[in-house]
T-cell receptor
Framework: ETGVTQSPTHLIKTRGQQVTLRCSSQ?????VSWYQQALGQGPQFIFQ???????GRGNFPPRFSGLQFPNYSSELNVNALELDDSALYLC???????????FGAGTRLSVL | EDQVTQSPEALRLQEGESSSLNCSYT??????LFWYRQDPGKGPEFLFT???AGEEKEKERLKATLTKKESFLHITAPKPEDSATYLC?????????????FGQGTRLTINP
């Protein structure tokens, strides 16, 4: 167990809706990264938060947004859902002087 | 742009049959190469990180090695419980964020 927890485990939405995914980081970690993993592919970097600020973003449109809270937990919000947004969304936390990212179990999002 | 390519895409072995998985990378200044294991429907589990050519790390039946252009994950006398997808990633710094760039993974099946 990594100590990184994500909720919900599974989610079904329809095209055009909005969704919020949640992540609690491992104790002592102040950095949270979000990744999207399509079936059969490696994870793709969405963005990273450090001390409540976004400090880097991958090739994802602005309808993907996030927040990090003072307790270092985080949310990923996706607006105007598209069918291609169906994927496993992974949260990873790091910190404490190490660059190793520890992943949660993910949220499986299905967009119909 | 940093790139990571893993081969083979899939590998079937008999229990006890040793083999190696390959990870080729192109990166401007390696800040770390990471190996993760991912079981179906779960998040990636950290295995190893390597930082410089010639470095090796071992854990049970797994040994990771690194050269200037590739990394190998050697599996010795595997057991069925070693069946999983193995992901390789390099670390890239963008806008201050520590981003992981993943390969597509090698799906390993160990038959009893």
């Amino acid at each position: 167990e990594t100590g990184v927890t994500q909720s919900p485990t599974h989610l079904i939405k329809t095209r055009g809706q909005q969704v919020t995914l949640r992540c609690s980081s491992q104790s002592g970690h102040n950095t949270v990264s979000w990744y999207q993993q399509a079936l059969g592919q490696g994870p793709q970097f969405i963005f990273q938060y450090y001390r409540e600020e976004e400090n880097g973003r991958g090739n994802f449109p602005p309808r993907f947004s996030g927040l990090q809270f003072p307790n270092y937990s985080s949310e990923l919000n996706v607006n105007a859902l598209e069918l291609d947004d169906s994927a496993l969304y992974l949260c990873a936390s790091s910190g404490g002087g190490s660059n190793i990212q520890y992943f949660g179990a993910g949220t499986r999002l299905s967009v119909l | 742009e940093d790139q990571v390519t893993q081969s083979p895409e899939a590998l079937r072995l008999q229990e006890g049959e040793s083999s190696s998985l390959n990870c080729s990378y192109t990166v401007s200044g390696l800040r770390g190469l990471f190996w993760y294991r991912q079981d179906p429907g779960k998040g990636p589990e950290f295995l190893f990180t390597l930082y410089s050519a010639g470095e090796e790390k071992e854990k049970e039946r797994l040994k990771a090695t690194l050269t200037k252009k590739e990394s190998f994950l050697h599996i010795t006398a595997p057991k069925p419980e070693d069946s999983a997808t193995y992901l390789c990633a390099v670390q890239q710094i963008i806008q201050g964020a520590q981003k992981l760039v993943f390969g597509q993974g090698t799906r390993l099946t160990i038959n009893p």
